[in-house]
């Protein structure tokens, strides 16, 4: 159907008119994706939709929401009147994301597909496939904006503080950042809504996708024994008292409260859950306590071995700003310094709980993300390093 021209939102990522210029959307099948493609049709951008699929799993216990996302997509597109086109890119998924991904379980970390997603295929092979489809702009339904200032390309936070996504996107630099488009950065999660329900889009009341990229909501630790062997070893507190056994240490991570099977416990504080605090692959032990201010669970101190800017330079040292260690968590005030070689430390103004190696650090500024990089190890309270000396980390 043809989209209406009235009530045209702003796009946020570029000031730029887009008045016959081709763009490729990644259609993804969700609201988000969707209204980036409306907007970008009422500004006049000549678009077309690309659908990716990454992942396929012929398991019947956990069955691929791909076909699903795909039809979707394609209804989108057919009510927005686009072309829409499908690239498999699930072969170079399964090498560059979730290869990876196994490796670092196996290595006591914690892996962030969503990220290494981003880098790898949304605004790598995606960026690349889009480009040779003859598209001058790429857009996603990401929320977060894009600004040029001083000759540089910045990114900002999504205007929706609840939907703000620029922590997945710490990974952009100079290079992809002229070539893209966040037509929904600079609204929120019930706008966008509104526009869908306003044209009629099929998917506008499609729910959000949850959990992990390949997985979703379905069990982690199911999931991921059809993928790596897992050895189950000893539960014990940090004194040393086994208090069951563990599934295999890659179906844990640091902070987490559920699924361990320690209900009822002797000795153990009454109706108090347990939380993992530590991860010894060279024993493949899992310690727990149940304070979750016990020194094991607090940091103020962690360490980054390549850290990107998005600036494409590194910005003067030491450097006052704020850091998110987890998606949804408040930004919170941190000093970071250069120790050589591309690897920097963050030291925390107040003690942090469950800072889980492999997982992202992201650096901000007010509005501004500076960039961030997977973290390598994290020095708690208690004075130990996670991960401990045998993953490779000489302490």
Not at 167 to 177: M, S, T, V
């Amino acid at each position: 159907m043809p989209v209406p021209a009235a009530h045209a939102a702003p796009l946020g990522s570029s000031a730029e008119a887009l008045a016959g210029l081709p763009v490729v959307v990644g259609l993804s099948g969700g609201v988000d994706s969707a209204v980036s493609a409306l907007l970008l049709s009422r500004r006049g951008a000549r678009v077309r939709g690309l659908f990716m699929r990454n992942w396929v799993e012929e398991d019947p216990e956990f069955p691929c929401t791909a076909l699903e996302d795909a039809r979707s997509a394609a209804a989108a597109a057919e009510h927005l009147g686009l072309a829409l086109e499908t690239a498999d890119f699930s072969a170079a998924y399964r090498e560059r994301v979730f290869g990876p991904f196994l490796e670092g379980l196996r290595a006591g970390l914690t892996p962030n597909p969503d990220v290494l997603c981003n880098r790898e295929v949304k605004f790598r092979l995606f960026l690349e496939r889009a480009l040779a489809l003859g598209a001058e702009r790429v857009a996603t339904g990401h929320y977060a904006r894009i600004r040029r200032q001083g000759g540089r390309w910045r990114l900002l936070k999504g205007a929706d503080p609840a939907k703000d996504q620029s922590y997945f996107l710490y990974i952009l630099g100079q290079e992809q950042l002229p070539r893209l488009l966040f037509p929904v950065g600079e609204l929120t999660k019930r706008e966008v809504r509104r526009l869908a329900l306003e044209v009629g889009l099929p998917n506008a009341q499609r729910p959000d996708s949850t959990g992990i990229c390949f997985i979703g909501e379905r069990p982690f630790a199911r999931f991921i024994a059809r993928h790596l062997p897992l050895e189950p070893g000893e539960i014990r507190t940090p004194e040393g008292r086994v208090l069951g056994r563990h599934r295999g240490l890659a179906c844990y991570t640091l902070g987490q409260r559920r699924g361990l099977g320690l209900g009822g416990v002797p000795g153990a504080s009454p109706g108090g859950p347990w939380y993992v605090a530590a991860k010894l692959p060279e024993e493949n032990a899992l310690v727990v306590v149940q304070d979750p201010d016990h020194p094991l669970m607090l940091s103020r101190e962690l360490e980054v071995d390549a850290m990107h800017w998005i600036r494409g330079v590194a910005p003067a040292a030491p450097l006052s700003c704020a850091a998110k260690v987890r998606y949804r968590q408040p930004e919170q005030p941190c000093l970071a310094e250069p120790l050589g070689g591309g690897r920097w430390r963050v030291r925390f103004r107040e003690p942090q709980r469950a800072v889980t190696p492999g997982q992202a650090v992201v650096l901000y500024q007010g509005e501004e993300c500076l960039g961030g990089g997977p973290i390598a190890r994290v020095r708690t309270l208690a004075g130990s390093w996670q991960p401990c000396p045998e993953t490779g980390v000489e302490r």
